[in-house]
């Protein structure tokens, strides 16, 4: 089955404790992204991946990290987070980053930072 | 980015046709027409996209105008699991700013009633 899977689905930390939420897809898909969704807000692209060790800033990437050193994972890293990154994060993935082809979302990761 | 203005709410009753209107008039020559919606507690699902002409899949059709600055998502048949947000989203497939990014409005929630 084509999908992306997200790891952990929940979670709860402190400030300051660096974590990573985990991203793969099964589709060999090029392009990777990531998003944060929040009320009011909507959601908000984090940062891109073009390919297997391209990735580029989106609209929000202040105290995020990634990387992409194989094509199915793209990693969200949080080095030292902080309650404002208190969210719901989607992975996301498609062939390519052109127009025609459709994004495939994870299942969402929810993140709390006290 | 290309924007886009969806109504904030509709309803309609189950086993009833659902027509979401979508209006985008500084729609480029290249921008995708895509819709994605969100049932409560999950990510985002694709829907349907279209450039020029109408289109049809097993979830629902797009009506898109001569001028291409509106379009209309028609769910043929609402039923309770119809019941979602849905996005209106441009994306671009020549490249640009935007290139890959889907930028997601507020969208329409949609209630569907038994």
């Known amino acids: 089955e084509a999908q992306v899977t997200q790891n952990p689905r929940y979670l709860i930390t402190v400030t300051g404790k660096k974590l990573t939420v985990t991203c793969s897809q099964n589709?060999?898909?090029?392009?990777m992204s990531w998003y944060r969704q929040d009320p009011g807000l909507g959601l908000r692209q984090i940062y891109y991946s073009m390919n297997v060790e391209v990735t580029d800033k989106g609209d929000v990437p202040e105290g995020y990290k990634v990387s992409r050193k194989e094509k199915r994972n793209f990693p969200l890293i949080l080095e030292s987070p902080s309650p404002n990154q208190t969210s719901l994060y989607f992975c996301?993935?498609?062939?390519?980053?052109?127009?025609?082809?459709?994004?495939?979302f994870g299942p969402g990761t929810r993140l709390t930072v006290t | 980015d290309a924007k886009t203005t969806q109504p904030n709410s509709m309803e309609s009753n189950e086993e009833e046709p659902v027509h979401l209107p979508c209006n985008h008039s500084?729609?480029?020559?290249?921008?995708?027409i895509h819709w994605y919606r969100q049932l409560p507690s999950q990510g985002p699902e694709y829907v349907i996209h279209?450039?020029?002409s109408n289109v049809n899949n097993r979830m629902a059709s797009l009506a898109i105008a001569e001028d291409r600055k509106s379009s209309t998502l028609i769910l043929h048949r609402a039923t309770l699991r119809d019941a979602a947000v849905y996005y209106c989203i441009l994306r671009d497939w020549a490249g640009g700013t935007s290139y890959g990014k889907l930028t997601f409005g507020q969208g329409t929630i949609l209630t569907v009633h038994p």
């Open positions: 996301a993935s498609s062939f390519t980053a052109g127009g025609p082809y459709e994004q495939y």
């Open positions: 589709m060999n898909h090029e392009y």
């Open positions: 279209g450039l020029t």
């Open positions: 500084t729609i480029s020559g290249t921008d995708y």
